[in-house]
Each structure stands twice: as structure tokens, then as C-alpha cells.
């Protein structure tokens, strides 16, 4: 399969350009730019692409790629693409001057194409692209020839067809280049020839066979929470190994109303599995709760117990001599590089709490879909037979409503908030909304207000429906709801769930807020 290397020099934007690579068809992969070269040439890549990075290259301290890099892909002709940082680098490394200009050029910039290429194909003339950039090419080493250029920045593409080397100044992964993907897939396809054979038919298919000849007859446990990345770990597993799988499935008391259920039906009665342990351990949880104020030592509590309730469940069950030997996690591609780039490891675990298992249970990790994309999981999780409703489910906390309870958390506090809850999310999907929107759900604040009801004041709690639009959660705008639908949501949850005699409608965006409240 052929592969396309995208080394990172730092920038915010390397996931996106693996995944528009991946829609093309074509297997991309994230390798850090200090990545070992020899590493680099085990995994024989198709194309490389540099990506851009907040640096100068001028910096002592600036992501660098050594001369025997580049003869390496020159000796190969092995195309390589540089944007913004990656660009500079490859001028900079060649001989060529880069400088930083007074003119620096953000946002959306008409770029003049000078010369046809391969790079371009099919463009036009002019085009709008995105730049984030101080420093630029003050001139080129010999053989390189201009392509591009806008008002401020004369040299804004390069191409040196002998050596196989390219350059963007300007981002082409980002939506706001109207024709980026147009030249990344010029890239892909018409310079570097690569094979569309990135299916995801064939994936599960050597995936499913990867896993038995690991596995053999062993047994393999998974925390199963009944998201997206769990689940289709669990139905991978399951495909291949059947009931040597052994799912557990911890009810902390925190989860939305019938979770649990749905939960049990999709895995027990749809899927057939046999070994699906249900833990209801919601008073252990609140419990230990009690009382606890402080979001971080509510997720801090939770996480612990967490690791608690599940060793405990693992330790009974090897009591009982299964051969339990493998630990699966549902890790995806977007954990593992995140992790590899604050801590210089790729083989963390992903939750918030490692678990760590009583000494003599010696259990190797695996993590079937580590390789893949939110939307690949996805994919996947709908070709093995899981249920639309469960792939599409917004994302949900791991500490779940205790985040959504502010302050003091009790059980009577989050029926409520479940009821509450589960209201909105009936009205908005009945509005064919909920696909629309990246988050909605209710949090409870602990506030009195009065009301009136018939004859009778009352004298409860405040509600406040938070629905977000967003792309990865890293920022994210309100939801502009109909104020109809909203009414309507309103009106029922005031009659319809005691506890709650208010509901106020979030319009806060991220920044500067947060999605969840605590
Ligand atoms: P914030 O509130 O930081 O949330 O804007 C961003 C995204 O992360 C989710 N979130 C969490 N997920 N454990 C999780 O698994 C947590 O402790 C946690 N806190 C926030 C949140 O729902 C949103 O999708």
C-alpha cells in the first residue's frame, strides 16, 4: 500500500492534512520531524510532505531535517511537498535566503499563478488561499523556479521538477483555500502516482486476521463505555476472536437516562455477545462523591474508581483461569499523536487514568483501531452492523453528568438532570437537528429561582440547555436554535421534570468559554 509521510514540524494543521490525503484514498501517516532516518526509510514513503510549524529557521532551537534527508529523498525521487515552515526549511537547507518581512500576511490572500505546473493543474489564473506567515523566500538556490506569487510575497510557490521538490507558502489543508484540495490531490496523483488503495473493506478484513493471529485462544478484556472508539474496538474484537472477548461495562451512576440499557440491548441482544460484564456501580460512585465541589477532584475520583471497579472485575474473572492476556483499548490515531507530541511517547494509554493492574496480571496492550480517524472509525462501525444511533452520538464526558451537576453531586440532583436531558435530545432530534450539531445537552445549576405553577410558588433549580457547533472541540460557536424549538423545550421540561422550575439558553462560545461547565 503506498504510503504518504507527513512530517510535522510543529503546526496545528498536520491531522488535517493526513485526513484530506486519506479521503483521496491514499494511506498517509504523522512522523515527527526528529524522527530517526532510518525509521523514515523503513516505512517507504510514497511522498513526504512537510508541514508548516510556528518556527523560523533561522532559530537555534527551530524543528530541522539534516542534509542526509534530503539526500536520501532526492537519491530516491521521492517527491517532497514543504508548506509555510516546511517550504522555508527546504530553500533554507538548499541554499536559498529566507527572511522575516514587516508584511506579515494572514488570512485569506489572492495568490497570482505565474507558471502552469503539475502543482496547479486545472486552477485558475488567480486564486484565494490562506497564509499565516512572517518569514519568505528572499531568493531561491539555483535550479528552483517561482510558480506562484501575491501582492507581498513574491515567491509564494516553488517547484525544482529535477530534485522532486516542492513548496507552498500558503496552507492548502485548510477550507479557506478555495482549491486546496485540488492541489494536494495534484500532489498525490499527478506528482507522486500514488495508489488510491487505502480501503477500508480491506482494512477490516486484515485487520479482523491481524487480531486472530495475535490473539490466538487467548482471551482479551475491553472497557467498553458504549462511545463511538470502545465500540468498535469491541465488534473488531468480537469479529475476530468471538466470545473470547470479555467486555465490562461500568455503570458510575453518572451516565444519561437508559444508557445502560441501550447499551446491553446493542451489545447482548443485536451483536450476540456472550461475555458482556455490566457492573452497576453507581453507589460506590456517588459515594465517594459525596459532598465533592471541585471539578477536577470530581474527574480525579472518578477516574481512580474507575480503575478500581475494573481491576476488581479482571481479578475476579482471572480467579476463574480464563487466560485472560491481552487488554484492549480504544485508542485512535488523534490520541496517539497527541500524546507522542507532549510526552515523546506513542505508547501511552489513552483515558485519563492509566490503568494499572494488580502486579501478577501481566497484560499486553492492543489497540485495533490506533491508525485511524474519528470518521474512519465511523465508517467502520457502520459496515460491522452497529447501530446509526450509537455511531453518531455526540461526544459525552468521561465523567459524565458529574460535570453537568455542578457542585455537589446526588442522585436525586441527576435524575433531574437525566430527565432533563433526555427531553431535549428527543425534541432535537424529532427536529432533525441533532446531526447538525456537535453537542447539546442540559447541566443543572444549583441556584434557586421562584416560580409559579397554578396557585403554587415554587422554588427550584435552573436548567441551561448548552448546544455547540464545532469541528473538533477545540473552539466552538452556540447553536442558533429556533426560538419555537426552544420554547417548546423549555415549556416541557418545566412541566415535565420536577426539580426545575427555569431553563436559560447558553450563547457563550469557546473561547473564552468551554463546552462543558466544569
Ligand atoms: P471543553 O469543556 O474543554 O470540552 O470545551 C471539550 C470537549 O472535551 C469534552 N470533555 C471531556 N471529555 N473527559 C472527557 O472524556 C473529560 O474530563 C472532559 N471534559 C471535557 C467535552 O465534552 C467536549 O467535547
Known amino acids: 500500500m503506498d504510503k504518504i509521510c507527513i512530517i510535522d514540524m510543529g503546526s496545528q494543521y498536520s491531522h488535517l492534512i493526513a485526513r484530506r490525503i486519506r479521503e483521496f484514498g491514499v494511506f498517509s501517516e504523522i512522523v515527527p520531524f526528529n524522527i530517526p532516518l532510518k525509521e523514515l526509510k523503513k516505512l517507504e514513503p510514497r511522498a513526504i510532505i512537510l508541514s508548516g510549524g510556528p518556527s523560523s529557521v533561522y532559530e537555534a532551537e527551530s524543528p530541522n531535517l539534516p542534509t542526509e534527508f534530503f539526500n536520501y529523498v532526492i537519491q530516491q525521487k521521492i517527491p517532497v511537498l514543504g508548506i509555510c515552515y516546511g517550504l522555508h526549511l527546504i530553500i533554507h537547507q538548499m541554499g536559498g535566503k529566507i527572511i522575516q518581512t514587516d508584511k506579515k500576511e494572514y488570512g485569506k490572500i489572492e495568490l497570482n499563478i505565474i507558471e502552469k505546473n503539475l502543482l496547479f493543474q486545472s486552477l485558475n489564473n488567480k486564486e484565494i488561499v490562506w497564509m499565516s506567515h512572517g518569514d519568505q523566500i528572499k531568493s531561491m538556490p539555483e535550479g528552483f523556479r517561482v510558480l506562484a506569487k501575491t501582492d507581498t510575497c513574491p515567491i509564494a510557490a516553488f517547484k525544482n521538477e529535477k530534485l522532486n521538490l516542492y513548496g507552498v507558502q500558503f496552507h492548502p489543508e485548510v477550507q479557506h483555500t478555495i482549491n486546496g484540495n485540488v492541489i494536494l490531490e495534484n500532489f498525490i496523483s499527478l506528482i507522486a502516482k500514488a495508489h488510491r488503495d487505502w480501503k477500508l473493506d480491506d482494512w477490516i478484513d486484515k485487520k479482523i486476521q491481524e487480531i486472530k493471529d495475535i490473539v490466538g485462544d487467548k482471551r482479551v478484556i475491553l472497557g467498553l463505555s458504549g462511545g463511538v472508539d470502545s465500540s468498535v474496538t469491541a465488534i473488531l474484537l468480537h469479529r475476530a476472536i468471538g466470545d473470547n472477548l470479555h467486555c465490562i461495562f461500568v455503570n458510575n451512576g453518572l451516565l444519561r437516562k437508559n444508557e445502560e440499557k441501550e447499551v446491553q440491548k446493542q451489545f447482548n441482544e443485536k451483536l450476540g455477545f456472550k461475555n458482556l460484564h455490566y457492573i452497576n456501580a453507581e453507589d460506590i460512585f ?210 415535565e421534570v420536577k426539580g426545575f422550575n427555569r431553563v436559560v439558553y447558553d450563547i457563550s462560545n469557546k473561547p473564552p468559554s468551554t463546552i462543558e461547565y466544569e
Open 286 to 495: 456517588l459515594e465517594k462523591l459525596n459532598n465533592i465541589e471541585d471539578p477536577e477532584e470530581k474527574r480525579r475520583i472518578i477516574g481512580h474508581t474507575f480503575i478500581e471497579v475494573f481491576e476488581n472485575k479482571t481479578y475476579e474473572l482471572e480467579q476463574e483461569n480464563l487466560g485472560i492476556k491481552y487488554l484492549a483499548q480504544g485508542t485512535i490515531y488523534p490520541d496517539r499523536i497527541e500524546t507522542a507530541k507532549t510526552s515523546e511517547s506513542a505508547a501511552k494509554i489513552k483515558s485519563h487514568h492509566n490503568l494499572t493492574l494488580p502486579p501478577d496480571m501481566k497484560l499486553k496492550i492492543i489497540e485495533p483501531i490506533k491508525d485511524l480517524y474519528k470518521d474512519e472509525v465511523r465508517k467502520i462501525g457502520l459496515k460491522l452492523g452497529l447501530d446509526n444511533e450509537l455511531i453518531e452520538r455526540h461526544p459525552f464526558p468521561g465523567p459524565g453528568l458529574a460535570v453537568r451537576v455542578l457542585g455537589p453531586i446526588d442522585k436525586k440532583r441527576l435524575d433531574t438532570l437525566r430527565e432533563a436531558d433526555a427531553i431535549l435530545l428527543e425534541e432535537i432530534k424529532r427536529a432533525n437537528l441533532y446531526q447538525n450539531i456537535w453537542q447539546i445537552f442540559c447541566v443543572l445549576i444549583p441556584v434557586r429561582t421562584v416560580g409559579v405553577m397554578g396557585d403554587y410558588r415554587t422554588y427550584e433549580y435552573i436548567c441551561s440547555i448548552r448546544a455547540v457547533e464545532s469541528v473538533d472541540a477545540m473552539t466552538a460557536n452556540f447553536a442558533k436554535l429556533e426560538w419555537d424549538l426552544l420554547e417548546k423545550i423549555a415549556s416541557r421540561i418545566i412541566n
